[in-house]
């Protein structure tokens, strides 16, 4: 298998951890959108919002999804990239489609560990916890309907890793 892999799940549920850990698995390159657009515009996500609105950011995140596919990669998406049909639809085209999925309690926890609050700007104005209650809900679907494999992401980043191997080979004997 060539395809690229896109890893999408919310803010948390280790897209960027367990991507890159896959990333060095399977001896594909890493890349991020986040970090893409951080690096090509010189703006942290919150500078993005500030300038230009959730709207400017998920333009430019729908660019830099396209800019960084190729083949023999692990893509890891920003928690909002399914929020977009278009991005779905080149998602699911291009390559394999991984949904990490983890409740909202654990996402917060670990949100409210680690905040990174430049690349994380609040999405409702309101606590953590409530927030990812709130985007679960108006994105569980969208995260499932795009996915071609869900992974349970509360398990650890290695053994998280390990059952994406098997679930990308069980697919690939189809
Ligand atoms: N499987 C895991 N077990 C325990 N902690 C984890 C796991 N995956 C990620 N984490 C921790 O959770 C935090 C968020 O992880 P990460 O940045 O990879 O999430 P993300 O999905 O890329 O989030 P974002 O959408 O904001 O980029 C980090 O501190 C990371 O160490
Ligand atoms: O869940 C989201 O909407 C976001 C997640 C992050 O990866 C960043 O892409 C940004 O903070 C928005
Ligand atoms: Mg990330």
Do not use: C
Not at 80 to 98: C, D, K, T
Not at 112 to 140: F, H, N, S
């Amino acid at each position: 298998m060539t395809q690229p892999i896109f890893m999408v799940g919310a803010r948390g549920a280790g897209k960027t951890t367990v991507g890159k850990a896959l990333a060095r698995a399977l001896g594909y390159q890493f890349t991020d959108t986040d970090v893409f657009m951080q690096q090509t515009t010189g703006l942290s996500v919150a500078e993005v919002v500030a300038r230009e609105g959730w709207a400017g950011f998920r333009q430019r995140e729908s660019d830099a999804l396209k800019a960084v596919t190729a083949p023999r990669t692990v893509v890891a998406t920003g928690g909002g990239a399914v929020l977009s049909a278009e991005n779905r639809a080149f998602m699911r085209a291009a390559g394999q489609v991984i949904y990490l999925r983890a409740p909202a309690g654990t996402l917060a926890h670990r949100l409210e560990e680690y905040p990174l609050d430049a690349q994380r700007p609040t999405l409702t104005g309101k606590p953590i916890a409530e927030e990812m209650v709130e985007v679960l809900a108006a994105r569980e679907a969208l995260y499932q309907d795009v996915a071609h494999h869900v992974l349970d992401a509360t398990a650890s980043p290695e053994e998280i890793v390990a059952a994406i191997q098997r679930s990308l080979n069980a697919g690939a004997l189809e």
